[in-house]
Structure formats: C-alpha cells, structure tokens
C-alpha cells in the first residue's frame, strides 16, 4: 500500500512520514502528492501571521482547543496546524516550539502539529507549504492553520494560500511609525490585538481602527460610496490568548467569514487564486531548472565574469543567456 | 543629455527622475541602467533588518549623521538610503516616515533617502532594490543603506545584495520563543541591541549570545575546532538610536568588517553571489514572460479549471503547459 492510501485511511505514522517525503520533495512524495490531490478542497485554511512578539503561536494553541472542545450542539473539528518559519534554514527553534505546543494537545489524534523551515527546491516557501497543506486537506483535517512570522513579502504569498487570514497585533510595538503595516492589514480578513490587558491597548486598538480605515478607503480610491452589500469588514478582537480570553470569538468570527465566503461566491474566487498561484511558483521553478539544463556551466560562469568585471549589465547578461536557449 | 549622464553629473532632480523611472521599470529607465551599469562597484552597500518596534530607521539616521560628520581625521561619506516595504502596496506610511526623517538631513546634498513600495513587475522586491542600488552605487554614493522590516524571505533575499549585514533587535519581543530568530542572525554581520537602556537588555544580550553561538556552531556542525583565522564573529553592540548612544561603535564595526571583507576576499565573493543573484532574478521573471507568450490565454484558463474541479492536480497541470511550450 502506498504512503498516499495509507494515509487517505487514517494512518498517522504514514501522514508523519509522507511530510516529510513532500517536504524534502522527493519523487515518491511528489508521486502520492498527485494521488492524494483529487481528495482535496474540503479543508477551510487559516493564515495567521503578525509580528514576532505578538503571541501568535499562544493564540493558535487556544484555536486548536476551541475546535477540539467547542460550546455544546457543536461538532469537534480535526485541527492541524503548519508553522512555516522560513527564515531559520535549521529547525533547532521550530523543534524546540513545538515540544512546548505539543505538551497541550498530546495524545489528541486529530490534531497535528508541524513545523517547516523548508524553502522548498522547486518553488519557494510557498509551494512547500502549499504541499503539506495538500497532504493535510486530503488526510481530513478540517481546519488547517499556516502559522508565519513576520509581515515581509514570504507572508504575503502564503496569505494567498488561505481562505481566511487573521493578522495579530500587540499593544506596544505601535510606538513605531512601521510597526503597523497598512500593506499586511490588506491582507487580513480577521484582526486579532493579543495581549490586549496591557497598558497601551486602547492606544493600540485606536491606531489599528485608523490604519485599516485608511487601507480600506484607499482599495477603492474611485468611490467615496458605502461599499457593496456583499463587502467583507475585517473586525478587530481583543484577545489575552495567554489566558484564554477573547477566543471564542475568534472562532466565531472566524465561522462568520466562512460563511461570508460561501454566499458571496469568494470561496470559489480565492479557490481558483490559491491553485493559480500554486501553478506558477511551480512553473516558474520549472522554467529556470531547464533553462539551467540549457546553458553549460561553462558559458554562465563566462557571462557572470563579465558582469562581475562590469563588462555586461545585468540585462546585457540575460538577453545573451537567453538567445542560448533554444526557443 | 540623458538621464543617466546627468546623474554622473551629480545632478540632484536627475537623479530623483531616474529613480522612479528605474522603479516603474520604464524602457528609458532600463536602458539608462545598462548606461550606468559601467560606473558601479564602488559603494559599500549595508543592509539593516530587524522586527518592527526596534528602531531602525532611528539607527540608520544616526548613521546618516555619523558618517556625514566623522570624528576628526577621517572624511565625510556621501549616504543613500533605501527604505523597503515590501508589504505595502501604497506607499502612505513610506511617504510619512519620510517626511519625519529628512528632517534631519534636509539641505545635505551629500545625502539622499528613497522609500519604495515596488514589488518589482520583473523579478520582485530583490531585484527592483538592486536597480535603485545601482543607480545611487554609479551616482557616487560611498555608502548605501538598504533598510528593510521583518524576518521573512524578502530581507534574506535583500541581505544577499548588501556587504555588510546589520540586524537590530530590541528588548522586550524577547519573551517569544520566535523573537529571535536564529536564521536571521546567520545572515548577521554585525547585531545591534538597540534601546538597550530599557530594563531587559542585559537579558536580551544573553539570549543573543546564546542564539549566536548556536548559529555559528551549527553552520560548522561536522568540526568542534576553532574558526579559521580569517573568520568574522559578529559583534553585539549596544544602542539607543534616540540619544545617539553607541552610535560611533557601530560605524567602526562598519569599517572593520569592510576591512576583513577586502582583506579576506570575500568582498569579491559577495560581488560575484550578489550579481548572480540578481541575475537569477532577472532570469526568472524573463523566463515566466516568455511562457506567457507562448501559451494562449484560452488553454491556461483551461488547465486552470480542470486544476480547480480536481481533475489535474498542480504538477500535472505544470507539465501539460510545458510540453505546450516549444523546447
């Protein structure tokens, strides 16, 4: 039996080790990666990126418990969580991380905990995680969190990959003109200020109401009219994740988005975005590895010897290694 | 006259015209680059990251000020500044920061600040950021601050353009366990603590020493020996931007890695790796356009919806557009 079956039956073991095989991309991981694909398309994905230091991690934990044992006459949900850390090229702290989460959720065999410093071969960050969400989704977690550091442009694409992306902020670091970011409030659908029992809360909660006011009447600079019906209005919740406190209604809001998705037909729009932008991290890996198989090695050192004796421009350079490949 | 002979020149509206013609990508902006590209290679080119809230635009104002105003001896240096956003779509908050900034400066011929938001049509953030290093490195501008916000993939990528790699870590995001990252510090030339007056810095130093020595014997994991001699060990200095303290410190750390880079050979390496990469960006982007051309709109949008209904799965819709693609 395949890594792919075993895994569509439930297996755990073989969910770990296939991971681990698409992870390092490996022709039989990538083989079960085709197998499992028609499986795929039930999961809800989340996105949860924001600063480090704003407790993004303690907040995803409470998430897990709040699907695992929610308020009564409502079903439990498989949970697995992805936290992409692409800046470490060792795992050392991803590891030690998610001993710390693991402690929590042990022995709960429908919640899985992964962390992934995989730049991926063929296709960045991205495409890397976009594989072990595939592998989740067709295992039958139904909720999958991807978890990212940062507000850099790594997370921006990931933030493609979801259908629901909550942005966590924190009181305190607003003392800085950059440390709220217009461009990732763009991308939130859910606004989370963790450690919202500190000193400068309000301050805080005040300063987001007024950024994403800005980013909001910025994306439609033509109309000073109230927006469509059908317009999604990211709330902003405050949360003390340390202590449990705001989550439910985190999740709540996070149901309400999904059904915002559902009836306004975006479900399906950022479907199609999501596997679009898949394709073309895959192509653009693609192109640049047969264009490698094109050029000898011989003839790209040449060329970049004359880029670094300032002989050829970069542009210069590209268009003779381009007119090599045969078209 | 053109643009770019202006700009050898040392004129200043030129130069600011250039700039956003090379960032909108224009084909006179391009072409200029390639006219330009001869009289490049003399900058010093710094890259300054770090999380949001620890201060760098601070430091990198300090920094203006100390090497426009040397201690006696030693020369004045003429300063360009980058400041990246990768995430912001609009430019509002760079614009802002700007205005607060130049403040400072404003009069200084000898010193120029550019923010930009530009993703780069051809080849993303890297690339659009080494078009507007080029321009400011041929314009005469001995020291080139690129400064970036975050951790992700975009600052490592930027990194690789910059000789010199600061990263700013304040006190207080400490108490994370992703605060630190340990793969931001292997990009790391010389770590600076910023606001180091604030009540956790000694604790702060300690976790960064800690972080740093983990790093640097990870990167050597098959020897217990010691370094070779040629060996760079980044500094940790401390700062508070604010007051101006410790300022001076991280200008000689800026001059003494210059001089283990020139004595060492790898200034030359990071030449070549920097241009290369570049390159590679440049490539890739080409590559993609040329694939857009060859594919008609019709049939992408038809692999694109057997993708979505599941019926292909990404790598397989991948090699049904390139076997369409003429080798």
């Not at 895994?7 to 073989?14: K, P």
């Not at 595939?134 to 991807?146: L, N, P, R, T, Y």
């Not at 705001?246 to 596997?275: C, K, M, N, P, Y």
């Not at 090695?297 to 300032?310: A, C, K």
Request: charged residues 25%; aromatic residues 4%.
């Amino acid at each position: 039996m395949s890594l792919a079956e075993s895994v569509l039956q439930g297996n755990r073991l073989a969910l770990a080790r296939l991971l681990t095989q698409v992870e390092n991309e490996t022709s039989q991981g990538l083989e079960d990666l085709n197998r499992l694909f028609p499986h795929t398309g039930k999961a809800h994905i989340v996105g949860v990126t924001g600063a480090p230091g704003t407790g993004k991690s303690s907040l995803v934990n409470q998430l897990i418990t709040a699907f695992r044992h929610p308020p009564e006459g409502q079903q439990p949900r498989r949970v697995a969580v992805i936290a992409v850390d692409p800046s470490s090229p060792f795992s050392g702290g991803a590891i030690l991380g998610d001993r710390v989460r693991m402690r929590d959720v042990a022995g709960d065999a429908d919640v899985f905990i992964r962390s992934t410093a995989s730049r991926g071969a063929l296709g960045g960050v991205a495409a890397s995680t976009a594989n072990l969400v595939q592998v989740f989704d067709a295992a039958g977690f139904e909720m999958i969190f991807v978890e990212t550091v940062g507000a850099g442009q790594a997370e921006v694409e990931i933030a493609r990959l979801a259908h629901t992306v909550i942005v966590v902020e924190a009181p305190g670091l607003g003392d800085d003109i950059q440390a709220i970011k217009a461009g990732i409030l763009e991308i939130a659908d859910i606004i989370v200020l963790n450690k919202a029992d500190r000193p400068l809360a309000d301050n805080a909660e005040r300063a987001l109401r007024m950024m994403l006011e800005l980013a909001t009447r910025k994306s439609n600079p033509a109309t000073d009219e109230s927006p469509p019906l059908l317009e999604w209005r990211p709330p902003i919740l405050r949360t003390v994740a340390t202590e449990g406190r705001g989550i439910q209604e985190v999740v709540d809001a996070i149901w309400h988005h999904r059904h915002f998705l559902e009836t306004s037909g975006e479900w399906e729009r950022r479907e199609r975005r999501r596997l679009c932008a898949e394709l073309e991290n895959l192509l653009q890996a693609a192109l640049m590895k047969r264009l490698q198989e094109t050029i000898s090695p011989e003839t790209y050192q040449g060329v970049v010897d004359d880029l670094v004796s300032r002989q050829l421009s970069p542009r210069q350079a590209l268009e003779i290694l381009l007119d090599g490949v045969k078209r």
